[in-house]
T-cell receptor
């Protein structure tokens, strides 16, 4: 069965600090997709990134970067030079190829960036 | 912009009532989903639909049913609301499988 673990329930940092959100997943499929979503206080989840299991290249998008390591079943998310607007709940999610349309979410990490 | 609209942001219902949560998307997406979000549990899939009149159970379908009579609309029904169904309910849609999902703002349902 698929499972996503976000061990960090809450993280607080001061503005301009770098912060890494951890995500560890379990799956028996060799083909799968990993996602990160952001949920600001307004409540609406916003898509950040999708990565398939055959693409282990790290990705950078502005201040955001993602580190995908199949060897440790991890898909970690780093925010560089954090800002107050980054305060949100961040969810990691997994979709197995054999369970199409069924995303399994982690429990989320509440990030608070203090001014 | 893709828009997923949920009919209510906040709802208070009594135990035993039949409750309808409505969701409409405006981008002709094939797939639609209902999730429930609870602290410490993340999002859990209740039901999803990949076509009109088609539905599939997710991880926690007990106590819920759904209806999709038109492509753009996906309704979640609580047949007889109970206090343990107090939660945040999120609707989402996606164009195809394994695509990013677009979420509504959620309905916070309280059952008293």
């Amino acid at each position: 069965a698929q499972k996503v673990t976000q061990a960090q329930t809450e993280i607080s940092v001061v503005e301009k600090e770098d912060v890494t959100l951890d995500c560890v997943y379990e799956t028996r499929d060799t083909t799968y997709y990993l996602f990160w979503y952001k949920q600001p206080p307004s409540g609406e989840l916003v898509f950040l990134i999708r990565r398939n299991s055959f693409d282990e290249q790290n990705e950078i998008s502005g201040r955001y970067s993602w580190n995908f390591q199949k060897s440790t079943s991890s898909f970690n998310f780093t925010i560089t030079a954090s800002q107050v607007v980054d305060s949100a709940v961040y969810f990691c999610a997994l979709e197995e190829y054999g369970s199409a349309r069924q995303l399994t979410f982690g429990s989320g990490t509440q990030l608070t960036v203090l001014p | 912009d893709v828009k997923v609209t949920q009919s209510s942001r906040y709802l208070v219902k009594r135990t035993g009532e039949k409750v309808f949560l409505e969701c409409v998307q405006d981008m002709d997406h094939e797939n639609m989903f209902w999730y429930r979000q609870d602290p410490g549990l993340g999002l859990r899939l209740i039901y999803f639909s990949y076509d009109v009149k088609m539905k599939e159970k997710g991880d926690i379908p007990e106590g819920y049913s759904v209806s999709r009579e038109k492509k753009e609309r996906f309704s979640l029904i609580l047949e007889s609301a109970s206090t343990n169904q107090t939660s945040m309910y999120l609707c989402a849609s996606s164009p195809t499988d394994r695509d990013e999902a677009f979420f509504g703002q959620g309905t916070r349902l309280t059952v008293v």
